[in-house]
C-alpha cells in the first residue's frame, strides 16, 4: 500500500511540476514558483484526500476565473511601466490622453464639444439616463461646464426628438448636436 501511495505521489509531483512549468515560461513566474511551494506543503504535511481536494478545487479556480490571464495582463503591464518609465508620465501630463477608453457617444461629443468651442452643454433626457455616459461626459468634458440652462443640446440620434427652437448644429454617428434659442 504505501508504494501505490508513493507512486501517485510522485504522479501528482510531477503534474504539479508541468503546470508549474508552463506557468513559470507562458505565464506569471511567481505564481507557478507558488502553485509548486503550496502542493509541495500539501504533499507533505496534508493526508492524500486533502491533496486531490485542494488540487481538484484549484483546478475550477484555474478553469473557471479569469485569474491566469488576469495576472499575465498585469505583469505585461508592469513590465511595460518598468521597461519604459517616462511613458506613464508623458500620458498623465499629455492633453486628452486616455480618452480611447471612453464609450464611443462620449468620444464624439468631447469632439464636437472641441470643434465648435463650447464652453457649456447639456445632454438629453434620454442619454442622462445611461449613467455610464451622463458620469463620462462630464468626467472627461471638464472644464467644460455641463449646465442644464445650456443652448447646446446633446441628443442620440436614435432618440431624435422634434424640440421647438433647437436646429441641428452637428451630427456624428452616435451623437446629435442641437442649438435652442
Given at each position: 500500500m504505501p508504494r501505490i501511495y508513493n507512486r501517485k505521489r510522485y504522479v501528482f509531483l510531477f503534474l504539479l511540476f508541468v503546470l508549474a512549468w508552463i506557468e513559470l515560461f507562458w505565464g506569471n513566474k511567481v505564481y507557478g514558483i507558488f502553485i509548486i511551494a503550496f502542493f509541495i506543503i500539501l504533499l507533505v504535511f496534508r493526508p492524500p484526500s486533502f491533496s486531490i481536494i485542494a488540487a481538484s478545487a484549484l483546478v475550477i479556480v484555474f478553469f473557471t476565473t479569469p485569474t491566469i490571464e488576469s495576472l499575465t495582463e498585469l505583469r505585461n503591464s508592469n513590465l511595460n511601466t518598468i521597461s519604459h518609465p517616462k511613458q506613464p508620465l508623458v500620458n498623465?501630463?499629455?492633453?486628452?490622453?486616455?480618452?480611447?477608453?471612453?464609450?464611443?457617444?462620449?468620444?464624439?461629443?468631447l469632439a464636437l464639444l472641441q470643434t465648435h468651442n463650447i464652453t457649456s452643454y447639456r445632454i438629453s433626457e434620454q442619454m442622462e439616463q445611461n449613467l455610464l455616459i451622463d458620469q463620462r461626459i462630464r468626467e472627461a468634458a471638464w472644464p467644460i461646464q455641463f449646465d442644464t440652462s445650456s443652448s447646446y443640446l446633446f441628443v442620440s440620434p436614435h432618440d431624435?426628438?422634434?424640440?421647438?427652437?433647437?436646429v441641428v448644429m452637428d451630427q456624428r454617428e452616435d451623437v446629435v448636436l442641437e442649438y435652442c434659442h
Open positions: 498623465i501630463l499629455s492633453p486628452n490622453s486616455g480618452q480611447e477608453v471612453l464609450p464611443l457617444e462620449v468620444q464624439e461629443m431624435l426628438i422634434i424640440i421647438p427652437n433647437c
